[in-house]
């Protein structure tokens, strides 16, 4: 009688709770847990060593910063595109509605050669920026394109259904009250859409930490410029380093995960304080 | 008695008919510009099998960089053969597995490398330094724009490092001098491409850089391809005598039952035939009579081998390509 009361009301909590963990083990823990056991093999100098050479440092900070900054503009322009898809009717709009999805669908790889061949100084943009002395591809601008085209469907994705859900009476009661229409987007509308902007701003962030196949296509892969951290870890495999690629990636593993908990936690932070 | 004749008959006739229709799959793993040259030589192999054997060899074929391709046959790739970039390749599979014996080297002629090439410029004709760019000093100098691979990801790139170096230590007398060479070249690369094929769509469809400096064999493909107009080949004064390698990989012919073929397989590029296509493909051939029929499609230069240059891959490898070698010095010191 009392374990019955323990249980959930739900049936088939234990079956649920073993696939889960038995399946994220397999899928998730397993792979992971080999990266960090490869790197146990060395000793705390060399793995200092691997992780902290200017090179990889110079790697760190182009892939964070490239990263970021996409995250960022997609999180503004992935509102928008939201925002229109779930408000308002156009011709057209299933159209557009299955354009977002498709950086999901395409191979990285060929959106890197596609971004490659319309910025590269002889392409369609490129053309015409080149007399200005502008150039986008084979520069770190090229690596935050390419990640802004990989990261825009996290944004509308996450937003879309939680804009749906949004009630219009809110807005036309705060413009009755008296709010102008900048208050009542700011105070009413965003608050609103802040947890699931910044989760949808977090996932297009971690999905461009790993991103290969597109930048390699359209930054130079630079040492010191435009190199990625999986473009360096890629170079140590290469050179049968297998070591000091997991070092590499341990770091990366740790960092991501260190950040997407602070922004879990702002998410739901925000969701406490901004609760109406 | 007739009946049973009859029956042992059948079961010969049978049996050998099972044996005549042997089918023997082979995978050749090997780098990126060999495409075109293995798909022509793998039908001549296959018909030659036939004809010797009654079998049919079926070969496929894998191309990538030469040191992703190595790491692929570490990690588990079923290859028979390896037909890599470079030497040092193939001795990742033994270090790092032991997929072949150290000695696998000697087992064929020429230090198992049945066709050379060697470095060469392609210079584009619409740069403004076309005409200007004769020998290695002209890639040095301010303003061009150089397209090479990641030595680090790129066997072929790894000669072209190399035979800047040489020619710098050659021309300016130290190692020291040689690196600020070699720094100067890299300094004027825009793009580092990971492959030898990455690197050329770069050049050639994409139109960066002024030159290229490339696989002899993959030059004369992009002007093969795209024109004399566009492309010219420019040979410097020295190179370095490339031999890309070629081996069986011991531990999975073994398995697989495959060695004889595997080792035939690599035995029959050193023939006339094989030797043939070999020069077809822009390759240089180590054989008398088919390097008499292509030498004047070679240009003659001076060529050094890396085993006199640098006493050999391992210490090439080690002094310029590892962590902090003299390619990682490149690009900290700006």
Known sequence: MSTRSSRSILPGFGLSLGFTVAYLSLIVLLPLSAVFIKTSGMTFAEFWQSVSSPLVVSAYKVTFFASFAAALVNSFFGLIVAWMLVRYSFPGKRVVDALVDLPFALPTAVAGIALTTIYGPTGWIGRWLAPHDIQIAYTPLGVFVALTFIGLPFVVRTLQPVIEELEPELEEASASLGASRFQTVFKVIIPQLFPALIAGTAMAFARSLGEYGSVVFIGANLPMKTQIVPHVIIEKLEQYDYKGATAIATVMLVSSFILLLLINLLQKWSRRYHKI | ?334
Do not use: C
């Open chain 2, 1 to 334: 008695m007739k009946i049973k004749h009859l029956f042992s008959l059948l079961a010969a006739v049978a049996l050998a008919g099972t044996a005549l229709a042997k089918d023997i799959e082979l995978l050749n793993v090997s780098y990126d510009p060999t495409r075109e040259f293995y798909v022509d030589y793998n039908a001549a192999f296959a018909a030659h099998w036939k004809a010797k054997t009654g079998d049919n060899v079926i070969i496929k074929q894998s191309h990538g960089g030469s040191g992703k391709q190595a790491r692929s046959v570490i990690d588990g790739l079923r290859a028979d053969v390896v037909t890599l970039a470079l030497a040092n390749d193939v001795n990742a599979l033994h270090k790092n597995g032991n997929l072949v014996p150290a000695n696998w080297q000697q087992r064929l002629p020429h230090d198992s490398a049945p066709y050379t090439s060697t470095i060469v410029f392609l210079v584009r004709k619409s740069s403004p330094f076309y005409g200007k760019i004769k020998d290695w000093p002209d890639l040095a100098q301010p303003g061009v724009a150089v397209i090479t691979p990641n030595p680090k990801t790129s066997g072929g790139a790894q000669w072209n490092y190399l035979a800047a170096w040489e020619y710098g230590r050659r021309t300016y007398g130290s190692d020291e001098k040689a690196k600020e060479f070699v720094t100067k070249i890299y300094k004027n690369v825009p793009v580092l491409d990971s492959g030898a094929r990455g690197a050329t769509t770069t050049f050639a469809q994409r139109g960066i850089g002024d030159v290229f400096i490339s696989w002899e064999n993959e030059a004369f493909l992009a002007v093969k391809e795209f024109g004399t107009e566009k492309f010219e080949i420019v040979v410097p004064s020295v190179s370095i005598l490339a031999q890309p390698s070629v081996s069986i990989v011991d531990r999975v012919v073994k398995r697989k039952g495959t060695e004889a073929v595997a080792t035939a397989y690599l035995e029959y590029l050193y023939s006339d035939e094989a030797q043939d296509i070999i020069g077809k493909h822009y390759y240089r051939p180590t054989a008398e009579k088919a390097k008499a029929k292509y030498a004047n499609v070679f240009a003659k230069l001076e060529l050094f081998t890396i085993d006199d240059a640098f006493g050999g891959w391992a210490k090439a490898a080690a002094t310029h390509f590892a962590d902090n070698g003299t390619f990682d010095q490149i690009y900290l010191r700006h």
